[in-house]
């Protein structure tokens, strides 16, 4: 991408080697005396002024905003920015100034700069601001925008409003079996997500789905009881298009327009050119379940008798990194200061938005959403459209997710989707053209059909429109509204709710091999709604994704057809020096894969072995802690078999 910077060209050669960073930076993060910092966020022609500054326990500048302040002013002293230069256009600028923001519920602060900086400027600023002794990290407060969607044309949408769900469920291919019958527009269906049959086993009773996105509009076919529960987290009064900086009650959608001034010449990194109200966060809560399902009119919501807690983080220009991970430990039950607690926390997160950067766990993201994990909740989010690896996109690549992928009708990969190891699995969410190609007709089968909003700028009321959008900002909910099913139908039975490490391990065990051999990883298949609430329904948990593997004893006597997978897992110790990973005996063909946390595919896994015969190894030097799954994959009909998981302490 043409934005992307290499570290050399930022710091100079000393700082490239500190960072061992190659083109595409692995973490993009350094530091000075265990100090961390993330710069992969930074584009050159960026502009910055906010910083997330996380202070060292004990220090006096975590408990003192003044402190603080000069902390950041002797950083700027040092970056070179305390004295007037000439910037583009040979225009003057000013000395650049600090100035305390406010902390976040992670337990860091947000400072300011008087003026925006560039890429180069942000980065020398940072690496500054890193070598203070009691800095522990340091990450740009970057703004995020709904994962842009393409929206289908005028053209494609039907002349009338008026069906009943049953009627009106021609457009949504989406939630149907992927059986392989003609859709009503033509096209076969290969990749639909069987939402249709999981309806027969759940709906989401008892679920909250708490949707971070640009808020919620009034609709006649949309529920927003909660709508008045949620919360606006955006502090930026340019952003919230309020008179004044703060949050507000209510998850409302105000628009978020760039078509007129200020936001016009000022949104030029999110938009380009401006653009009216996208109401990006009705389109998505309709999919996740706010979409009321046979009332006789309109379409049908995935989990809709769950409650949607619409929660806005984007408005003009998109939004902050520091909003956006307070409002997921809100929306999870934690505590933000400020801001009322909760009174509904959500057992699923829906996060259809992103941006540039890899995201670390100690990232203010990465925070947030371990602490939301930790609360039990589960974080499905968007990979990205941006057709790259989603590792170098947040919070995409943020540990703790379920990052999603879009495919269309036909199963294939959509053209502009993100992809690889970061991404856990896909769903649909259009693909555009007939046959799910990146050319040709625009198609009513290539887009995602729900409520919107008819409002170029401000929102209508009670609004009557529906909308076809496409892009993983639509997949995702799909994701989403599953999971509220998988937790709903185990809470109608009397059962726990499952872990998210237990709700990824049964996605992706569930996932359909897409007819359409992905031309790039977007993880373990795509989503079989039914098949996952029906696995979520007999399953105790992450105890019994996979056969248990005692350290050093051989499970002997396995075996399995062709095509079968079996599933092992080995519960690794901190601290442990080599895991090794082992098949052998028997007769027959295998591949072994093997992957942390959840169950290895052949679609997704840390590393495999795949020679001839029944004879594999994987060893890992120094394992992190945790479930480690070993899956045995028949290539030919197998029987005999040993498999041994040993490490050493």
């Not at 950083?75 to 650049?96: K, N």
């Not at 502090?235 to 001034?261: H, I, Y």
């Not at 380009?272 to 009705?282: F, L, N, V």
């Not at 890899?358 to 057709?387: E, F, K, S, W, Y």
Request: hydrophobic share 40%; charged share 15%; proline share 5%.
């Amino acid at each position: 991408m043409a934005n992307r910077m290499r570290i050399g060209a930022l710091f100079g050669a000393s700082l490239a080697l500190a960072f061992s960073l190659a083109a595409h930076a692995a973490s993009a993060s350094g530091g000075l005396g265990g100090t961390h910092y993330n710069i992969s966020s930074l584009k050159r022609d960026g502009h910055y002024d906010r910083f997330i500054v996380t202070w060292r326990p004990g220090s006096a500048e975590r408990a003192n905003p003044s402190l603080m302040r000069q902390s950041m002013g002797a950083a700027l002293s040092r970056a070179g920015l305390v004295r007037a230069t000439f910037g583009p256009q040979g225009r003057l600028q000013a000395p650049v100034q600090a100035s305390y923001g406010r902390r976040l519920a992670i337990g860091a602060d947000v400072l300011r700069t008087s003026r925006k900086l560039d890429g180069n400027e942000a980065a020398a600023l940072m690496e500054q601001i890193a070598s203070d002794p009691a800095v522990l990290h340091v990450a740009p407060d970057v703004l995020r925008h709904p994962v842009a969607d393409i929206a289908a044309p005028a053209s494609l949408r039907p002349s009338a409003f008026r069906p009943s769900d049953t009627e009106f469920r021609q457009y949504q291919w989406d939630l149907k079996a992927p059986s392989g019958r003609a859709s009503a527009f033509g096209d076969r269906n290969f990749g639909g997500s069987h939402v249709n049959a999981a309806w027969d086993l759940a709906d989401g009773r008892g679920i909250v789905i708490a949707v971070l996105d640009t808020g919620i509009t009034t609709h006649v076919d949309v529920n927003t009881k909660l709508a008045g529960a949620g919360y606006d987290f955006i502090t930026d009064a340019f952003l919230s298009g309020r008179k004044k900086d703060g949050r507000v009650p209510g998850g409302w959608d105000r628009g978020d327009w760039t078509t007129s001034e200020p936001w016009k010449s000022m949104c030029t990194d999110a938009f380009s050119p401006p653009q009216p109200s996208s109401w990006h966060g009705t389109h998505v809560a309709s999919t996740v379940g706010a979409e009321r399902t046979d009332n006789g009119i309109g379409l049908a919501g995935i989990a809709y008798h769950a409650r949607v807690l619409p929660i806005r983080v984007l408005g003009h220009c998109g939004g902050y990194d520091s909003d956006i991970s307070d409002a997921i430990i809100w929306a999870a039950g934690g505590h933000v200061d400020g801001v009322p607690d909760n009174t509904h926390p959500a057992q699923v997160i829906n996060l259809s938005l992103g941006g540039y950067g890899q995201c670390t766990a100690d990232d203010p993201m990465g925070q947030a959403i371990a602490l939301a994990n930790r609360r039990g909740a589960v974080v499905v989010v968007a990979a990205g459209n941006d057709d790259d690896n989603a590792k170098y996109y947040s919070p995409a690549s943020c540990p703790g997710t379920i990052t999603v992928a879009s495919t269309g009708i036909t199963s294939r990969r959509a053209y502009y989707s993100n992809y690889g190891r970061a991404v856990d699995l896909a769903a649909p969410g259009g693909g555009i053209y007939a046959g799910d190609r990146n050319s040709g007709d625009q198609v009513s089968d290539g887009f995602v059909w729900q409520a919107i909003n008819s409002g170029t700028t401000t929102p209508v009321a009670n609004a009557t429109a529906y909308a076809g959008y496409a892009g993983t900002s639509q997949a995702t909910p799909h994701v989403s509204g599953t999971v509220a099913l998988m937790q709903g139908a185990r809470l109608a039975r009397g059962l726990k709710p499952l872990s998210p490490t237990a709700v990824l391990g049964i996605l992706q065990r569930t996932a359909i091999t897409p007819k359409v051999a992905p031309d790039h990883r977007i993880g373990a298949g795509i989503l079989d709604a039914y098949a996952a609430v029906n696995l979520a329904i007999n399953s105790s948990g992450s105890a019994n994704l996979g056969t248990l593997l005692g350290n050093g004893v051989a499970l002997s006597d396995q075996s399995g057809a062709k095509g079968s997978r079996t599933t092992y897992r080995i519960d690794v110790p901190a601290g442990a020096g080599k895991l090794s990973l082992r098949t052998s005996g028997g007769r027959g063909d295998i591949v072994l894969y093997v992957n942390k946390d959840t169950p290895a595919t052949p679609a997704s896994y840390h590393c495999r072995s795949a020679h001839e015969g029944t004879s594999e190894s994987v060893v890992l030097n120094h394992p992190a802690a945790g479930s480690w799954f070993v899956t045995v994959v028949g290539r030919s009909a197998y029987s005999g078999v040993s498999v041994l998981g040993k490490y050493s302490r």
